[in-house]
């Protein structure tokens, strides 16, 4: 059994008259064998799945991860149920205490949001994209969170992935552990107003009041996976306003 791990072009908008010959491609990028899986990180709220291999032997080994970024519940419950099937065989041969590790990064998540000082209870928590209605700016990827006290888009980044300079300094993390960063936050009676796009039922505004009267209110632009996701992003924003 092996996993495959195949390459698919970057986050993009689809057309709606885009047909399956328009459909991507895909590639094996690299091969492992399933013996070779030392450990799963179930992301919070099952947003993502991130995968360690360990290749080698006793004298020489590499270690790979991979972050699965499913941005959907369901789907990610999905892939682990198939990997733990796939793994209980392998496990059983294995001797003891080299079984395959599965945990979650819940309390890494919390910790650097801060909930467990402010007290904050997380409502909602996906992956997504922040877009801009002006600019040439490419759409990022946010983490988006709802407490019962504040709404946050958050910079999400994981140990290696080339995109955090201060990498080199972070010692007591593994490749592939996730970091934090707060972009924008607002409290929840600030929050005026929150709207599906027309053309796209993945598309959903915020509007934020600004702290200062005498600015303007302005506008958080995202983007789900799917409209699912999005529905579920719009009725929990609801909830937490109520």
């Given at each position: 059994?092996?996993?495959?791990?195949?390459?698919?072009?970057?986050?993009?908008?689809?057309?709606?008259?885009?047909?399956?010959?328009?459909?991507?491609?895909?590639?094996?990028?690299?091969?492992?064998?399933?013996?070779?899986?030392?450990?799963i990180t179930i992301g919070f709220q099952f947003q993502r799945l991130i995968l360690r291999f360990c290749i080698g032997n006793?004298?020489?080994?590499?270690?790979?991860?991979?972050?699965?970024?499913t941005s959907n519940k369901l789907q990610t419950v999905s892939l682990l149920q198939k990997l733990q099937s796939l793994l209980?065989?392998?496990?059983?041969?294995?001797?003891?205490?080299?079984?395959?590790?599965?945990?979650?990064?819940?309390?890494?998540?919390?910790?650097?949001?801060?909930?467990?000082?402010?007290?904050?209870?997380?409502?909602?928590?996906?992956?997504?994209?922040?877009?801009?209605?002006?600019?040439?700016?490419?759409?990022?990827?946010?983490?988006?969170?709802?407490?019962?006290?504040?709404?946050?888009?958050?910079?999400?980044?994981?140990?290696?992935?080339?995109?955090?300079?201060?990498?080199?300094?972070?010692?007591?993390?593994?490749?592939?552990?996730?970091?934090?960063?707060?972009?924008?936050?607002?409290?929840?009676?600030?929050?005026?107003?929150?709207?599906?796009?027309?053309?796209?039922?993945?598309?959903?505004?915020?509007?934020?009041?600004?702290?200062?009267?005498?600015?303007?209110?302005?506008?958080?632009?995202?983007?789900?996976?799917?409209?699912?996701?999005?529905?579920?992003?719009?009725?929990?924003?609801?909830?937490?306003?109520?």
């Amino acid at each position: 059994m092996t996993f495959i791990l195949t390459c698919l072009d970057t986050f993009d908008f689809f057309s709606i008259s885009q047909t399956f010959s328009d459909a991507y491609w895909p590639h094996a990028v690299i091969r492992h064998p399933l013996n070779c899986l030392r450990g799963i990180t179930i992301g919070f709220q099952f947003q993502r799945l991130i995968l360690r291999f360990c290749i080698g032997n006793a004298s020489s080994s590499f270690e790979y991860t991979y972050v699965i970024l499913t941005s959907n519940k369901l789907q990610t419950v999905s892939l682990l149920q198939k990997l733990q099937s796939l793994l209980a065989a392998i496990d059983s041969d294995r001797l003891p205490g080299l079984e395959t590790l599965i945990d979650n990064d819940d309390k890494t998540f919390l910790d650097e949001l801060g909930a467990p000082r402010s007290n904050e209870v997380v409502m909602h928590y996906s992956i997504l994209h922040q877009i801009w209605k002006r600019g040439d700016r490419e759409a990022s990827r946010r983490a988006f969170v709802i407490t019962d006290a504040r709404v946050y888009l958050l910079d999400e980044y994981y140990i290696g992935d080339g995109t955090n300079p201060n990498d080199d300094n972070e010692k007591r993390k593994k490749l592939g552990d996730v970091s934090f960063a707060i972009i924008d936050s607002a409290k929840l009676n600030r929050v005026t107003e929150v709207r599906a796009a027309n053309e796209d039922p993945r598309k959903i505004t915020l509007v934020i009041l600004p702290q200062n009267k005498l600015k303007r209110s302005h506008r958080w632009r995202l983007v789900c996976g799917d409209g699912e996701g999005a529905e579920r992003l719009i009725e929990d924003v609801r909830k937490a306003l109520a």
